[in-house]
């Protein structure tokens, strides 16, 4: 349980959740309760009434599950963006009021309007909707979090002028992320090893990174290094400049590698590392490896069980850049997509301002020729209250393009964004163009649709292209076109629906599609889901070494899987999975047995049927957190031989007082916070709880930038005979700070001594005990007990007694305290004087 300051009430969210699911958990197990709710029924209210429950829990819950009213704890994530918890009040029909506490949280603006007036200012309704009716409320009681989709004009500015935000501090860190698996098979072996490294420092407000990949796949290794960059904001300008190995981020242009320097808008300093709202989402038929290319640079690379995956968050070179997908499962059979990036676009719009880069670009597609000067600078600017436009140039030697942009909301609900390019090839002469449109809207209800289209004439070029001479195959498979479309549909009813499509065309005629749908609906005591994945369509050359080895194979290549399954509760966090799936010929159905057994152990055990080849196979999985990294182990075991899995992830802090260790990874804007010397003390920031070392230290891993934090230490993992003199801080940080919160503990000794006069008989009730300098400590209360509230050294006691005599009681601490006990016990003799 959480503890909160004096002000705050001492309510957490661990606190709540079990209060209200033991309550649900109550309804159901009551007898003859559970069938008198059926499909589209109401509560048996009789029952109800009998059981002693309020028949009004039949009409607030009769829909759908819902917050219920009064003030929670939640999880708070903006455009995708987890910022922490946060006091979210809700009205009587379970819907999310915007107070003043909740949009500094999630660093909104404040409308002046207020739909509803609360008991004090700090508790009022502002018509946050009524003034921003594009935005999204996602609300999720199931997993206690509000999630909300706002557009860019609600974000509120960085306060440079206040200046009451934590700024300078200096501390190196240091992330990794190593993860590898071993497959031996009676014919063959394979291994495959991958280290994910970002180093850097933090300094005065300068934030200096290096990011690096080492590969390591059947013994072939190989490097690919990111980027190695300095950055800093400017509150003058009220942009963010960089220096060193950088990829561009106009919003006009594709993202290019380049070494130089770059001015860009302070909006991006508002969104956490990685924060942004693109999905890569598919169905692994084994446990796989998912890579994440963008721009030709390998940015993420994980393991993922067997089923559907979804990845976000993904740390995004650029936001103008196709993502490459790769799905490569233990036996290294691989398969690929495209996630076209007019398809999360919309999702992390241009900051109003301005952008310029130059630099000498770090990749040449032909070696031959020296490395171009690029110079490129755009700018964006509102049109109004709900529309943006932007224009920009890029120009080398020989090169030159231009771009503008249009996005706008229509009718309050629809977002529509367009981008055109043109480019123009001095040396071969030639010209083209490129125009992508995207869409979104919530259509009705719980409804969204989105859309987008993206297509070039075949002389358009790409910067890395200009000058370059193509042979006819080499154009004819550049893309011409590449489109779209998702449809998400949540009812009550008949459950959560999902449908998302894409497709490329080339000039050659070949295309690629892929498909991703999946239903979900969750019964009384079961969750069903439906999945299908597929890359279905034309001819197209498979994204493997032969492509990169300039061979192409143009086979046809439909790929269905389809998947349904069946979870069933067990009670606390563990779960039954049950499943059938299908590709191609091939059908397989297993079933996995999964728990999370606390804080820090999570596993699966599962056993699976090839029913074609009528081959069994055997898996298992155990998740880590031993407080201070982060460690993933598996086993396989199948007809063909056996596998192993590993991941290990972290991070690491240097900092005045030493080396500090992280189980999450360090961002731009990170911090340590110390409980006095008390180890194992658990603190949740908002990054996700951590513990404290044997120094009393722990990594504060990710702060959000101009925006109040809230961090708060669990009084039940402290020692008993440790009280907090305030268990919350709330702290603003500037970008790039380094940030120390302290807080301030009280050692204390509690004993409950049972106290006798010299004849045995224990002090009388109401007796008063003094301290050496004559102060007043307590009362004795009956049998003779004294209880003292610290007792850290030797003392004598002086106790008067009702006859007007006093006695003197002599106490002895002597052995080392029991920090696990709230008190201990004693006796005395109070010796007369």
């Given at each position: ?7 705050t009430?001492?309510v957490?969210?661990?606190s709540?959740?079990p209060?209200?699911?033991?309550g649900f958990?109550?309804l159901w ?9 059926e499909?589209g029924e109401g ?7 009998t059981h002693g429950?309020?028949?009004k ?6 829909s ?8 929670q ?19 009587a029909?379970?819907?999310l009021?915007?107070?003043p506490?909740?949009l ?12 509803r ?7 009022a ?5 009524g003034?921003f ?6 609300l999720?009681?199931?997993?206690d979090?509000v999630?909300?989709?706002?557009p ?9 002028e ?12 240091f992330n ?12 063959e072996?394979?291994?495959f090893v991958?280290a994910?490294?970002?180093a ?9 990174r290096s ?7 059947n ?6 290094h990111?980027?190695a ?5 400017l ?10 190995q ?13 070494s ?5 808008p ?5 969104v ?11 169905l692994a ?6 890579e994440?290319?963008?721009?030709g640079v ?6 993922v ?5 979804r990845l976000?968050?993904?740390p995004?070179l ?12 233990v036996r ?9 990036a007019?398809s ?8 109003p301002?301005?952008?310029f880069?130059l630099?000498k ?12 000067v690029?110079?490129?600078g755009?700018?964006t ?18 090169y030159?393009?231009a771009?503008g942009?249009?996005?706008s ?16 090839d001095?040396?071969n ?6 125009s992508s449109?995207s869409?979104?809207s919530?259509?009705?209800?719980n409804?969204?649709?989105n859309?987008?289209?993206?297509t070039?004439?075949?002389?358009y070029?790409e910067?890395l292209?200009?000058g370059?001479s ?6 004819g498979?550049r893309?011409?076109n ?6 998400s549909w ?5 459950g ?5 499509y894409?497709?490329?065309?080339q000039f050659?005629r070949?295309t690629a ?6 239903w ?7 969750d069903?889901a439906?999945i299908a994945?597929?890359q279905?369509?034309?001819t197209?050359?498979r ?16 790929d269905?899987?389809?998947r349904?399954?069946?979870?069933v509760p ?8 049950s499943y ?6 091939q059908?397989?159905a297993g ?8 804080d820090?152990?999570n596993?699966?055990?599962g ?10 196979a ?7 957190l031993?407080?201070?990294t982060r460690?993933?182990l598996?086993?396989s075991r ?6 192993y ?5 972290g991070g690491?802090?240097?900092h005045?007082?030493g080396?500090?260790f992280?189980?999450?990874p ?5 911090g340590i ?16 709880p ?5 120094t009393g ?24 005979r ?12 500037g970008?790039?700070s ?9 050692t204390?000794?509690?004993?409950l001594?049972?106290a ?5 008989q224990?002090?009388?009730?109401g ?9 007043f ?6 049998e003779?007990m ?14 008067s007694l ?14 080392q ?7 201990e016990t004693?006796t005395a003799?109070c010796h007369?004087?």
């Open positions: 349980m959480k503890n909160l300051s004096s002000n009430p001492a957490s969210i661990r709540r959740r209060t209200l699911l033991i958990a109550t197990s009551l007898p003859g309760l559970a069938p008198a709710l499909l509560f048996d209210l009789a029952a109800l009434t429950i309020d028949p829990v039949s009409d607030y819950f009769r759908a599950a819902r917050f219920r009213e009064g003030v704890v939640v999880g708070l994530r903006v455009n995708g963006n987890p910022l922490g918890s946060v006091d979210a009040r809700f009205d029909q379970g819907q009021c915007f107070t506490g909740l500094e949280k999630a660093g909104l603006v404040q409308p002046r309007a207020v739909v007036k609360g008991a004090s200012p700090d508790q309704c502002h018509d946050f909707l003034a009716p594009t935005t999204m409320v996602r999720r009681p199931g997993i979090e999630a909300l989709v706002v860019t004009q609600s974000l509120r500015e960085p306060q440079w206040a200046g009451d935000f934590a700024q300078g501090g200096a501390a190196a860190m990794y992320d190593v993860l590898g698996f071993d497959n031996r098979s009676r014919s072996s394979s291994r991958s994910y490294t970002e850097g420092f933090n300094l005065g407000d300068w934030i200096v990011r690096q990949f080492y590969v390591s796949d013994g072939d290794a190989r490097t690919e990111l980027y960059f300095a950055q800093r904001d509150a003058v300008l009220r942009s963010t400049f960089q220096v060193g950088l990829s561009s981020n106009n919003p006009l242009f594709g993202g290019i590698q380049l130089g320097v770059q001015f860009s302070d909006g991006q300093s508002r956490p590392a990685g924060g942004n709202n693109a999905v890569v989402e598919g038929q084994s446990q796989s490896r998912i994440v290319r963008q721009s390998l940015i993420h690379s994980t393991l069980p067997e089923g559907p995956f976000t968050g993904l995004l650029n936001g103008t850049s196709d993502l490459e997908v790769s799905v490569i499962d290294g059979a691989k398969r690929s997509f495209v996630v076209p007019a999360f676009a919309g999702a992390a719009p241009a900051a301002g301005y952008y880069s630099g670009v770090r990749e040449n597609i032909d070696a031959q020729a020296p490395s171009p690029v110079a490129m755009s700018g600017w509102g049109l109004g209250r709900e529309s943006s436009a932007g224009f920009g140039l890029l120009s080398t030697d020989e030159w393009s771009g942009t249009l996005s909301v229509f009718f309050q609900r629809v977002a529509v964004g367009a981008r055109h390019n043109v480019s123009r001095g040396r002469a030639v010209s083209g163009s490129r449109v869409a979104s919530p259509v009705y209800a409804i969204d649709v859309f987008s289209a993206t070039q004439t075949r002389g070029r910067v292209e200009a370059r193509f042979k006819a195959d080499e154009l498979s893309f011409k590449q489109y779209t479309a998702g449809m949540a009812d009550p009813t008949l959560v629906f999902s449908l998302g894409s497709r490329s065309a050659d070949q599609e892929h498909v991703f749908a999946s979900n609906k969750s019964f009384s005591h079961v069903v439906l994945d597929s279905v369509g034309g197209r050359p994204r493997d070494a032969s492509v990169a080895a300039g061979r192409r194979d143009s086979t046809v290549d439909n269905l899987s389809v349904l399954q069946i979870s067990l009670g606390g966090d563990r779960r039954v999975n059938v799936s299908r590709r191609g010929n059908s397989r079933t996995a047995l999964s728990e999370r057994v606390n820090y152990v596993y699966e055990v056993v699976e049927r090839d029913l074609s080849a009528r081959e069994q055997v898996r298992g999985h155990v998740d880590l031993p407080r201070y460690v993933g598996g086993v199948d007809a063909q031989g056996t596998g899995t590993g991941q290990l992830q690491i802090v240097a005045e007082n080396l500090t992280s189980p999450y360090v961002q731009d804007t990170f916070v110390s409980v006095g010397d008390i180890g194992s003390a658990k603190v949740e920031p908002p990054q996700g951590v513990w404290t070392d044997f230290q722990a990594v504060i891993a990710g702060l959000p930038a101009y925006a109040n934090s809230r961090v708060e230490v669990q009084t039940q993992s402290l020692p008993r440790v009280d907090l003199k305030n268990g919350t801080q709330v702290l603003a940080a970008r790039g380094f940030n120390t919160v302290a807080f301030d503990v009280v204390v000794r509690r004993v001594l049972t006798s006069d010299q004849h045995g224990p002090l009388p009730q007796a008063s005990v003094f301290g050496q300098d004559g102060r400590l307590t009362s004795v209360v009956g003779g004294i209880f003292l509230n610290d007792v850290n050294e030797s003392q004598s006691l002086r106790v009702p006859d007007s005599s006093t006695c003197q009681l002599s106490l002895d601490p002597g052995t305290p029991d920090h696990d006990k709230f008190y004693t003799v007369g004087r």
